[in-house]
């Protein structure tokens, strides 16, 4: 979500994990078809709220997984900046 959009508080604690499984769960309820319109507005609103929280935390992710790096030797250390 963006700056004038907050995730609601809900989806801004969940783990990665919880995240995913719950939207995974509103697209089965969305491709089922049989949600009222405005159930269906509003699954795909938090949808999108959860989208980007699993967005988020993956980009959280993968700056932590480039900030390390391998040494020549084979150990492991914290990318610095120059």
Do not use: W
Not at 6 to 16: L, Q, T, V
Not at 35 to 49: C, H, P, T
Not at 69 to 78: N, T
């Amino acid at each position: 979500m963006s700056a004038t959009h907050p995730a609601p508080a809900d989806i801004a604690a969940m783990s990665f994990e919880d995240a995913l499984a719950e939207l995974e769960r509103i697209v089965k309820g969305l491709e089922g078809g049989q949600l009222k319109l405005e159930d269906a507005i509003g699954a795909y609103e938090r949808g999108a709220a959860l989208r980007a929280h699993c967005e988020a935390k993956l980009a959280e992710a993968d700056a932590r997984v480039q900030a390390i790096v391998a040494a020549a030797d084979g150990s492991l250390s914290l990318k610095t900046e120059n």
